[in-house]
């Protein structure tokens, strides 16, 4: 069974950093781009960032590239995204989810993880 | 990059056919075949619906079904039902190798 469970949400100042981590099982993690989705509470679905297979690419939304950074640990099973000089624009449920076709189209999604920026 | 744009929201009776329309540009959906749709209940977590325009996963019901005609894409549920009652998000790879989502519509049933 194919399993994402996202950890690492917490309530965070102004200007502070995260890390999130998303575990997956069930299916060979190296072999799929991943991505990094968040929704603010009550909002729509906003993408963050992905990543390619190896590591060796990533993409980032213009509102984060400089600040985050998606990165991967395939012995581990692990997908991460630091978050750093966070605003409370920031804040929201963070999913990670399984890109199948290598285009951007997402068939499994983690349960999420909140990220609440406030002083 | 701009959110794709979608009606806020659709209703519909029980059995009654709908229809989502997305709006893009030439710089996503026009551009590439790779349009999603999803659906989300409150409180969960996405569902992929439709992918490559109009191609549905495993699982999905035939009653959801997608299109695209230049710069707009279309998602038409057929047959309508309780349980179809959501919010819905199309998705379109970009020119900039990014994603963009669609502002979300609430069907009502």
């Known amino acids: 069974e194919v399993q994402l469970v996202e950890s690492g949400g917490d309530l965070v100042q102004p200007g502070g950093s995260l890390r999130l981590s998303c575990e997956v099982s069930?299916?060979?993690?190296?072999?799929?781009?991943m991505s990094w989705v968040r929704q603010a509470p009550g909002k729509g679905l906003e993408w963050v960032a992905n990543i390619n297979q190896g590591g060796s690419e990533k993409y980032y939304v213009d509102s984060v590239r400089g600040r985050f950074t998606i990165s991967r640990d395939n012995a581990k099973n692990l997908l991460f995204l630091q978050m750093n000089s966070l605003t409370a624009e920031d804040t929201a449920v963070y999913y990670c989810?399984?890109?199948?076709?290598?285009?951007?189209?997402?068939?499994?999604w983690g349960q999420g993880t909140l990220v609440t920026v406030s002083s | 990059q701009s959110a794709l744009t979608q009606p806020a929201s659709v209703s519909g009776s029980p059995g009654q056919s709908i229809t989502i329309s997305c709006t893009g540009t030439s710089s996503d959906i026009g551009a590439y075949n790779y349009v999603s749709w999803y659906q989300q209940h409150p409180g969960k977590a996405p569902k992929l619906m439709i992918y490559d325009v109009n191609d549905r996963p495993s699982g999905v019901s035939n009653r959801f079904s997608g299109s695209k005609s230049g710069n707009t894409a279309s998602l038409t549920i057929s047959g309508l039902q309780a349980e179809d009652e959501a919010d819905y998000y199309c998705?379109?790879?970009?020119?900039?190798?990014?994603?963009?989502f669609g502002t979300g519509t609430y069907v009502t049933v």
């Open positions: 998705s379109s790879y970009t020119s900039s190798s990014t994603l963009v």
């Open positions: 989810a399984r890109d199948p076709y290598s285009s951007s189209q997402f068939d499994y």
């Open positions: 069930g299916f060979t993690f190296s072999s799929y781009w």
